[in-house]
């Protein structure tokens, strides 16, 4: 049994190691501050919970798998709140999109 519980939190770290390379990736080869926010939020996020209940499943204390969980609960309601209140900031102060960018859906809010 403790076989198994090491080969499925050993899974979910190596999903979630490649989830924190892909942001990690993304935050290098993206060309401007949305899509890099973009990358970091989505797959930051992903693999950060992922290691997080690898973390859970292996542990054999339950105050650590608490403490895990709730760290999931808290990245996935705050990462996406917070990404959007920051690019909202960045638009507001200035930062535009990259010229390849197809649409700019907050322009039509400027104007109004």
Known sequence: MNDIITLVSAAFLLIGSAFALVASIGLLRLPDLYTR????????????CLMLIALAIHTTDVGTMSRALAGVVFFLLTAPVSSHLLAKAAYTVGYRLHPTSVTDEMASQ???
Request: glycine fraction near 14%; aromatic fraction near 0%.
């Open 37 to 48: 926010m973009h990358a970091a939020s989505k797959a930051g996020t992903m693999g950060s």
């Open 110 to 112: 400027d104007q109004q």
